[in-house]
Structures are given as C-alpha cells and as structure tokens.
C-alpha cells in the first residue's frame, strides 16, 4: 500500500535529524561490543560510557533505523499487561519491580535530556486509560486497585478522559507519564557517547557473535571486535537459535499520524482496554498537531491486510475525534510479546557469561529499552540489581506455560505451509512492486517483480528455523510467520532472529 500518506515512513523518519555514519574498517578492541543501535543499544552504551568503559556499538543500519524509529515513544509506567495480571502471574513483588523500574526508566530519560541539553520534544503529561466498551469497567477498577499497591498510588479513578469529543466514560489517570522525539533523542546520545570515547559503525553486520574467554563479534565484511563483555540489542537476538525465540512472538501494529487544529486535543497520552488495544498522543508541526494512533495488531506473517487495518484504524480515530483531517503517516512496526508480560534483559540463556541480550519489549519498548541500559551496565559493572531476577532471561514460570503452549502450537502450525499450493501459479501474474509465494516442484519461491518490471526470485524458506515467509505488500517485505524475521523485497535480512538473507533461486 503505497499512496501521498507515507506508508512505511514514520513521523519520526520523516522528521529526525541526520543520523551518525562510520563504517568498520579494520579489526578493533574495546571493553564491551553492543550490537544494535536502537533505544536498548545506544542507553547502555551511553551509560557505561559515563562509567568510563570503552564501547563499540554496531549495526547492519542506520542509528535508530529499526524498530525504535518505527515507536510511537509513549513513556510511560502504565503497564501495557496490566498490574493486575504481572501480579496473578508473577507475585505482588514483581508487580511492584516493574512499575518501579518503568519510572526509573521515565526519570532516567529525563535525566539525560537535562544533562546533555538534548531537543527531543521530551513533554511531561498525564496518561489516560479508559474502557473501550462497558464491559471492561470491572477492569479499571481491579487495575487501580493493582497499580496502588504496586506502589503507582497517584493513579486515580477520574469520571473520563479530557476528551471533549467523545465521552470516554470512567478512566484512570496515571501521572508523571512522558513522551520524547526518539530519534533526535538517539542522535544526541550518539553524540555523548563518541563524546565520552565511544566508537560507532553503520553498515557493519555482525554474522557471528562469540563469548567467552576470546569474545568477539565477526562483521560481515570482514573486520572484527575483539571484546570482554558483547550485548545483543536487536529487538529480537540474532545470536540464538531457540532458547529465546519460544518464550515471545512477534506481533505486527500500525500507525497513523492525522493532521487536526492546533490545541484542538488535549495534551495527554491516552490508551483503551480493547484487545487489540488503541494508543493515543500529540506531536506538534509548524502548523496543524499531527494526532499519533495505533492498533490493529496481528501476528507477523500471519495476515496481509495492512490496508484494511490502516482504514478501521482511521474510522476508530474519526469517530472519536471528528476534527481530524488528514492522513499524513501512516506506518507499521514489530513488538515482541513475551509468554508471561515481561521483558527478557541479562545473561543469554545457554551462552557465555559475558553474553548478554535485551529484548521483549511488549509495546513498551522506550522505557524497556532504558531499563536494559540500567540493568545491563549494573551486571557489566559487577554490581547488584533488585531487576536482575524479574527480567532473567531464563525464566519460564508456571503461570506463563498455557500461554507458551499456544503461541507454540500456533507456529508449529506455520509449518503446514510447506504442502500447501503457492498464493500464484505463475509470475506473470505479479504487478510492479508486488510479490507472492509460489510453488516450484518440491520448493517454495518467494517471487517479486520491481518497479522496472525485473522479477527477483528468492528461497521462500527463513533461515532461522525454515518457515515459508509471507508477503507484506503494506511494507514490501517478506515476513515469517513463526519467530518474526523480516527480508526486504529482493531478500536482504533486516530484522531478526534470522541473520542472513533470504537464498537467491536461479
């Protein structure tokens, strides 16, 4: 889906400063090599820089040019699993844990914007939750009840939202919320980070990542970092096979960004109760609000219908906000769900002890991701955190084992894709810009025709754990449906767990 609204470019791409590019040219020795240069990856790199460690942090892209540039930055302590389900499933201890280092992570983010003078739009507002329909009324009151005694005792029952153009009916309000511009908030802390003797490098694909007495990660043009300690911060590891990729699943949600009269909304972060649940916030232009929507989640890989989600999204907003003009963005993004509600951030499961990984960021990702640069630099550094057990990434709890029975089950599933016919018979049947799985003997071919008519023939099968992946015509992507790996239209991995790139078929 490609029109004047800017289908895979997020407000935040489209309006970010020049990020930082150096590309890797020769072998390198560093204390710590973190892989990634999204929100999780540049907090620990910034913080364990201040603590004086040499850092050399990585990545296949551009600062920031995955999933963070694709957020919609709500920073926020308002739990997206609900304290009332993280205490069922994980104790009243736990759920007090996670709102207490959901507000660190919010002061951490503000603390760095004053100490580094940053121009992020970082805005101190209250959030709103409200009850998508009656039904969920029960809920608000069990989740104000939940959140007090997890130690948010300023949340407050309010009669609604501060929405006049639609009555929200009873909602709770939680204080001290936040939000930032992501992307001019990581250019700045790039900028801190080479500051305080840090080194970071585009364009360098790490192909092999090594703990151990001899760690070191491999690029894949040949350069290497040599390292005593290595983070893998890539949304989802690229650097496991399984022993993570089990315990989340990837999920797809969508994002429109409308024109409306300036102040004509209150300034407020707002969420639903709906299943999949809606999310609400402002971002000032030069001359309209532009109002920030998401939802209309789906498994990744498991629907093609991008247009239809992108048009209930927008006759949600409309009929809640009738002072809304036009579409100007519109984008999609991945989050990882964790089986038990709670982000994976330590020691990766089954390697070296100086192996650690940040991922599962269930929707929460700017705030998760900070909360990995705190805990991670306490366990680089030596030094106790009261988070270390609520984020271990070894845990599987009891309470969890229906939900990761299911999300299992459902990709054990995918593999039925392998007898299946293709979605065509034939190339010719593929428009510009269009692509499709079909069958060829034995084998799935992924099949794309480019702008220019030339037809890109590629393995349909993912190279994490063997999938057929799926065509995205929303984002021209290839997407695997079980562990959420995701290929450009001519093949090229950009988001893992896989790390490499789809085969060519000749």
Not at 266 to 276: C, I, S
Not at 344 to 352: F, K
């Amino acid at each position: 889906m490609k029109d004047d609204a800017q289908a895979s470019t997020s407000i935040w791409m489209a309006t970010a400063t020049t990020p930082f590019q150096a590309r890797l040219k020769e072998n390198i020795r560093t204390d710590v090599c973190i892989v990634g240069a999204g929100i999780a990856g540049l907090s620990t790199a910034y913080l364990l820089g201040r603590e004086g460690r040499s850092v050399v942090v990585l990545d296949d892209g551009l600062v920031g040019g995955g999933m963070t540039g694709r957020t919609t930055a709500h920073l926020s302590n308002a739990f997206d699993d609900r304290y009332v389900e993280i205490e069922k499933g994980h104790g009243a201890e736990a759920a007090r844990l996670t709102a207490e280092s959901h507000t660190a992570a919010i002061n951490k983010i503000s603390e760095i914007v004053t100490r580094e003078k940053i121009d992020c739009d970082f805005e101190w507002l209250d959030g709103f939750l409200f009850a998508a329909t009656p039904d969920h009324i029960d809920l608000l009151k069990d989740e104000l009840a939940a959140a007090h005694r997890a130690g948010l005792t300023g949340v407050e029952k309010v009669d609604r939202a501060p929405i006049e153009s639609f009555d929200t009916g009873v909602a709770l309000r939680f204080p001290r919320q936040a939000q930032f511009h992501p992307l001019n908030y990581l250019e700045c802390l790039t900028r801190a980070i080479m500051r305080d003797g840090g080194r970071l490098f585009s364009q360098a694909h790490a192909t092999k990542i090594e703990g151990g007495a001899g760690a070191h990660v491999e690029t894949s043009h040949g350069p290497v970092v040599n390292c005593e300690t290595i983070v893998v911060a890539t949304n989802t590891p690229v650097n496991d096979r399984v022993a993570i990729h089990t315990k989340q699943a990837p999920y797809v949600t969508y994002v429109i960004g409308a024109r409306i009269p300036k102040d004509s909304v209150t300034r407020a972060l707002y969420w639903d109760t709906g299943d999949p649940y809606h999310y609400v916030r402002l971002q000032s232009e030069a001359e309209d609000d532009i109002l920030i929507v998401g939802g209309e989640d789906h498994k990744t890989g498991q629907e093609n219908d991008g247009a239809e989600r992108f048009e209930r999204l927008e006759q949600w907003t409309r009929e809640r906000f009738p002072q809304m003009l036009d579409v100007k963005y519109r984008w999609s993004g991945q989050v990882m769900e964790p089986v038990d509600g709670l982000a994976y951030i330590g020691r990766n499961p089954g390697d070296e002890d100086n192996v650690y990984i940040a991922t599962g960021d269930s929707g929460q990702g700017m705030t998760h991701g900070t909360i990995a640069g705190m805990l991670l630099t306490d366990l680089i550094q030596g030094r106790k955190n009261k988070w270390e057990d609520l984020y271990n990434p070894v845990r599987l709890r009891v309470s969890s084992l229906t939900e990761y029975a299911s999300e299992n089950i459902n990709v054990a599933g995918q593999y039925a894709d392998y007898v299946t016919a293709g979605d065509i018979k034939s190339e010719s049947e593929l428009k510009p810009c269009e692509g499709a799985v079909m069958r060829d003997g034995m084998s799935k071919v992924a099949v794309y025709r480019d702008r220019s008519g030339r037809v890109h023939k590629l393995s349909a099968v993912c190279p994490h754990l063997g999938c057929v992946v799926a065509w995205n015509s929303t984002e021209e992507t290839w997407d695997c449906p079980c562990h959420g790996s995701r290929f450009s239209a001519e093949g090229r991995v950009y988001q893992g767990p896989a790390n490499s790139d789809l085969e060519a078929v000749k």
